[in-house]
T-cell receptor, first 114, second 113 residues
Framework: EPEVTQTPSHQVTQMGQEVILRCVPI?????FYWYRQILGQKVEFLVS????????KSEIFDDQFSVERPDGSNFTLKIRSTKLEDSAMYFC????????????FGPGTRLTVL | LAKTTQPISMDSYEGQEVNITCSHN???????ITWYQQFPSQGPRFIIQ???TKVTNEVASLFIPADRKSSTLSLPRVSLSDTAVYYC??????????????FGKGTSLLVTP
């Protein structure tokens, strides 16, 4: 069964450093998403991406964040200057272009900012 | 944007049937009702989705009454591995081409021997 994959599984970084989180969505899916989940809290939407552009973003997704689909398979989330409060699990998801809103999530990247 | 309400936690013994009810009074006409499951430190996993009446798959059943203001996820004969958080979502936040999912706190199900 096709899956969304994410790398790395765990990233440790110093405050102020840039990080890039990588995702490979399911191959025939057209919509891509990033969510995050701070420890003990709910899953929060960050951004959705379709047709090589951002289609929607939340108030969390400020200028420090960017997304890119550099080739036909990868989808990346960049945080330019990490803060302590960016420590969270980051989940990538993808969706087929259909009438339902079923999204398929990856296993996540645990980001720890020291 | 459909606001959903579900119990914060539930306990069950192995082998029992578990029913988790979610209310979504302001669900939009075109919205589906979707349930996700999340294990600790893993991404949410799609379980089941429906629009009306009853849907069943190999994992669960979903019951939706005619008014669609609530839904019930039914897990038959739970095992310890069903211990997880279960989220009910009544449609996503939609833009022209995106369906951002709005997760609540979910129902934390604990299954014990």
């Amino acid at each position: 069964e096709p899956e969304v994959t994410q790398t790395p599984s765990h990233q440790v970084t110093q405050m102020g450093q840039e990080v890039i989180l990588r995702c490979v969505p399911i191959s025939n899916h057209l919509y891509f998403y990033w969510y995050r989940q701070i420890l003990g809290q709910k899953v929060e939407f960050l951004v959705s991406f379709y047709n090589n552009e951002i289609s929607e973003k939340s108030e969390i997704f400020d200028d420090q964040f960017s997304v890119e689909r550099p080739d036909g398979s990868n989808f990346t989330l960049k945080i330019r200057s990490t803060k302590l409060e960016d420590s969270a699990m980051y989940f990538c998801a993808s969706r087929l272009a259909d009438l339902t809103d079923t999204q398929y999530f990856g296993p996540g990247t645990r980001l720890t900012v020291l | 944007l459909a606001k959903t309400t579900q119990p914060i936690s539930m306990d069950s013994y192995e082998g029992q049937e578990v029913n988790i009810t979610c209310s979504h009074n302001n669900i939009a006409t075109n919205d589906y009702i979707t349930w996700y499951q999340q294990f600790p430190s893993q991404g949410p996993r799609f379980i089941i989705q429906g629009y009306k009446t009853k849907v069943t798959n190999e994992v669960a059943s979903l019951f939706i009454p005619a008014d669609r203001k609530s839904s019930t996820l039914s897990l038959p004969r739970v095992s310890l591995s069903d211990t997880a958080v279960y989220y009910c979502l009544g449609g996503g936040r939609r833009s022209n081409s995106g369906y951002a999912l709005n997760f609540g706190k979910g129902t934390s199900l604990l299954v014990t021997p």
